[in-house]
């Protein structure tokens, strides 16, 4: 009843940079938090950043300093800006949500979006 679509994606240069989108739609009673996850071919999936109520930001400490996460509250959509890309951020990129949904007792929930592949040449 809730889905996460993402776009912006794509194939850049080492040094460029590319921003991510991710908007929550459905039965939502509150989107409480909203961030990223990237995996690569044969790795794990990892934390990249995350925005919670009230602004407050965490990022993986490979990306500190070159990619932001932000939050548009009237669209309950997040974004990733990535900067200063490098060859190792290649991944697919999930955005992931905590949402309160409207049920018999209201509770929260998290989602995931169907990734959007970013690739880094060098």
């Known amino acids: 009843q809730v889905q996460l679509v993402e776009s912006g994606g794509g194939l850049v240069r080492a040094g460029e940079s590319l921003r991510l989108s991710c908007r929550a739609s459905g039965s939502i009673f509150s989107v409480n938090a909203m961030g990223w996850y990237r995996q690569a071919p044969g790795k794990q999936r990892e934390f990249v950043a995350s925005i919670i109520s009230g602004g407050s930001t965490r990022y993986a400490d490979s990306v500190k300093g070159r990619f932001a996460v932000s939050r548009d509250y009237a669209k309950d959509t997040v974004y990733l800006q990535m900067g200063s890309l490098k060859p190792e951020d290649t991944a697919v990129y999930y955005c992931?949500?905590?949402?309160?949904?409207?049920?018999?007792?209201?509770?929260?929930?998290?989602?995931w979006g169907q990734g959007t592949q970013v690739t880094v040449s060098s």
């Open positions: 992931n949500a905590a949402i309160t949904v409207p049920t018999r007792i209201a509770s929260e929930y998290s989602y």
